[in-house]
């Protein structure tokens, strides 16, 4: 997000929390990872704005916003098409269409929106309300009135997926599974049941937020900006990792309620953890808190040498290099892991070694077994 949004330079609130692990003495320790767009359809920004002054330079601008994403807790990522039409008062206006991205505040009050690099106009605010708005190049600002624009944002409790769940065993036959979700209402979302579809199996479940939220602990609830889970159980065998199924939540509509439909984005697909080479290692991925000298960074990045996983201090090109005389002397760069390197590639032989070798850290080689026992891709 951009510090320089028109809404943070006006000194506006947004509201606060924290995204972390699970709460509860049955919950998985998680931290964030990258999801897919939300599901927002039915929310957005119909822009119109008109040229107000009767000097100066002036602008119009008109098209469409839709939200991509919540930006916890700022407000919304945003993207879409706008025509532009721009002029000194009383000259004849010059027209542009583009494509925009940028970030909508919680209150929809403000928008700060970008072309693409190379347009000759840099960047638009957008002030949904009395205030004035302004297109901008590099050198001028073009004033318009952006008052008439609709905008339609979630009102009451709106749970998204985030397209994330991860699951454990729970004994019995079973598995636990959180389904990811993030309330992008302005109301909490209170669920202590409610049914959910996972993989074609409708089972009954329960709200939780995240460790770090601000609703009472225990009250099955989520609060409006925050991330949580919906906790199911399901026959093992269900899911398996590296793998997406198809998820629906709140089938009885009974975990949100509100304005103008919270109920037509509860449908997608969750992916299960996967480490991958280029993937950064977290606890999603591998099921456990990592290390702090490997969290967050993949194993192309070690094996490259651009990211110090010793506590040494040192990269793996300080003893592995082209000439040090070692079975694994790989050139400088990226090291992909089907690269041959002297007898074998990461999948066929080094990571092997690697993990029996008794002088190597113990949370890099289990790191390096999971990926094996991912697929090693």
């Known amino acids: 997000m951009k510090s320089k949004r028109i809404y943070l330079a006006m000194g506006l609130c947004a509201f606060v929390g924290v995204v972390g692990c699970g709460s509860g003495s049955d919950d998985l320790a998680v931290d964030t990872i990258e999801a897919q767009e939300q599901d927002l359809s039915g929310y957005g920004v119909e822009v119109k704005c008109v040229a107000k002054n009767q000097f100066g330079y002036v602008a119009t601008v008109n098209g469409t916003l839709r939200l991509t994403k919540h930006d916890f807790p700022q407000g919304f990522l945003v993207k879409g098409k706008l025509k532009v039409q721009t002029a000194q008062y009383g000259q004849p206006f010059k027209n542009a ?78 598995i636990g599974v959180q389904i990811d979700v993030v309330n992008i209402g302005n109301k909490p979302a209170h669920a202590p049941s409610g049914q959910v579809n996972v993989a074609g199996i409708t ?72 480490l991958k080479w280029n993937t950064p290692i977290t606890s999603f991925e591998i099921t456990s808190e990592p290390d702090p000298l490997i969290k967050n960074h993949s194993l192309a990045e070690i094996v490259s040498s651009k990211w110090v996983a010793r506590s040494d201090g040192k990269l793996c090109n300080a003893c592995h290099f082209v000439g040090s005389g070692k079975p694994y002397s790989p050139p400088a760069g990226d090291i992909a892991y089907n690269q041959t390197v002297g007898a074998g590639t990461w999948e066929t032989k080094w990571a092997a070694e690697f993990i029996g070798q008794g002088i190597k850290p113990q949370y890099l080689k289990d790191a390096f077994q999971q990926w094996l026992n991912d697929g090693s891709l």
Not at 119 to 135: E, M, W
Not at 207 to 234: F, H, M, W
């Open 97 to 174: 269409k583009f494509k925009v991205t940028g970030d909508l505040d919680v209150t929809g009050h403000y928008a700060f929106v970008e072309p693409p690099p190379g347009k000759p106009i840099k960047h638009i605010n957008l002030v949904f309300g009395p205030a004035d708005s302004s297109v901008n190049t590099s050198n001028i600002s073009y004033q318009t009135d952006c008052s008439q624009s609709l905008v339609k944002l979630p009102k009451g409790s709106d749970l998204v997926l985030e397209h994330t769940m991860r699951h454990y065993p729970n004994g019995n036959g079973q």
């Open 203 to 274: 089972v009954n479940g329960a709200l939780y937020q995240y460790y770090g939220g601000t609703a009472d602990p225990g009250a099955n609830t989520v609060n409006p900006g925050e991330r949580g889970y919906i906790k199911v159980l399901l026959p093992s065998g269900t899911l398996a990792r590296c793998n997406q199924y198809d998820v629906k939540i709140d089938l009885g509509h009974t975990m949100q309620s509100g304005q103008p439909n919270p109920f037509g984005n509860d449908a997608g697909k969750a992916r299960t953890p996967c």
